[in-house]
């Protein structure tokens, strides 16, 4: 699992002329899936956008989270990022999740997260337009696997130390 988290002063995502959604202050999240992510996956990712100290506290600290100042989520679905890129000039999307099956990982996502915060969600599968005003700019990588290992503990090609 890999997924980007912005703090933004804003966000939309829109598909064809239809704005699906919408937020203010809070944090626009592109979520990707591989195989064999699960319950575990879920939990970490959830737990992590919603109490992630990434706002500014009376000081200029980062220091709050998303519950503190009262912020929302803008999810999207974005099967690029458990790519890999070895050799050659051709992203590797061997690793990402099946699409019904990350389609319904990421609806569950989207259940757990709504249970917590405000939600907005692009559209599982669609080419969508995505606006937003990045506030700092402030931009995290959140990975399962620590230090970008494969599932089996193998450090991919295109890992750089």
Partial sequence: MRAVVQRVNWAEVRVEDRCLGRIGTGILLYAGFERGDGEAELSFLCDKVVNLRIFPDDGGRMNRSLLDVDGAVLSISQFTLPSR???????????????????????????????????ACGEF??????????????TFIIERNPRGMDPQGQQPDNFAT
């Fill in 85 to 119: 890129i070895r050799n050659g000039r051709r992203p590797d999307f061997g690793c990402a999740m099946e699409p019904e099956a990350a389609r319904e990982m990421y609806r569950e996502l989207n259940r757990r997260l709504e249970r917590q915060v405000k939600l």
């Fill in 125 to 138: 599968g669609a080419h969508m337009r995505v606006c937003c005003e990045n506030d700092g700019p402030v």
